[in-house]
């Protein structure tokens, strides 16, 4: 079993439309958690990081941590077409210094 | 301009023919990292480097190699290529892997295709 399960779409919406993504995990030493955004050809830079469990928000970004579930969100509201990215959730524990593990990525298409 | 480079940015090889893809970043990052992005599997690590002179293994690290002379640079070697190395490559790099969370800056990345 991977550490962490990301499922890889592609996922295609309309423009406007509310956008969830999600990652569960297994190891429950994880603290971080974070989401990354690669566009194609590029590499990944990231967009959000969330300590423990808890929401945050940012702009039309929100993730959400569920220790208890092991399961993590990044939801988009009133997406665009420049959303249309892979987005790759990542985690890190300090117990073994803090490596962080990625999900495979979920690709999103966010289409005009 | 705060970046990490890598060079070339797409390469077509045989197997067996030594390559070296260079990766260096400009921020003053002690740490830095190669990972291989394939379909289905995400980014996995090649290897890793906390400081000059000290690097250390991922989780996929066979065939590969990396040394890190200068903290700017750490490059990847791979002596003797073959076709199941073929993958898209980020280098990237964070100022410590100490601290709570551990922002990485990614390269462009590599295509390697082996032939």
């Known amino acids: 079993q991977k550490e962490v399960e990301q499922d890889p779409g592609p996922l295609s919406v309309p423009e406007g439309a509310i956008v969830s993504l999600n990652c569960t995990y297994s190891?429950?030493?994880?603290?971080?958690f974070m989401w990354y955004r690669q566009y194609s050809r590029k590499g990944p830079e990231l967009l959000m990081y969330t300590y423990s469990s808890g929401n945050k928000e940012d702009g039309r970004f929100t993730a959400q941590v569920d220790k208890s579930s092991k399961y993590i969100s990044l939801f988009i509201r009133d997406s665009q077409p420049s959303d249309s990215a892979t987005y790759l959730c990542a985690m890190s524990a300090k117990t073994g210094g803090f490596k962080t593990i990625f999900g495979a990525g979920t690709r999103l298409f966010v289409k005009a | 301009e705060a970046q990490v480079t890598q060079n070339p940015r797409y390469l077509i090889t045989v197997t067996g023919k030594k390559l070296t893809v260079t990766c260096s970043q400009n921020?003053?990052?002690?740490?830095m990292s190669w990972y291989r992005q394939d379909p289905g599997l995400g980014l996995r690590q090649i290897y890793y480097?906390?400081?000059?002179?000290?690097?250390d293994k991922g989780d996929v690290p066979e065939g590969y190699k990396v040394s890190r002379k200068e903290k700017r640079n750490f490059p990847l070697i791979l002596e003797s290529p073959s076709p199941n190395q073929t993958s898209l490559y980020f280098c990237?790099?964070?100022?410590?892997?100490?601290?709570?969370?551990?922002?990485?800056?990614f390269g462009p990345g590599t295509r390697l295709t082996v032939l």
């Open positions: 921020m003053n990052h002690e740490y």
């Open positions: 990237a790099s964070s100022a410590t892997l100490t601290s709570s969370y551990n922002e990485q800056f």
């Open positions: 480097s906390m400081n000059v002179e000290v690097t």
């Open positions: 190891n429950s030493a994880f603290q971080y």
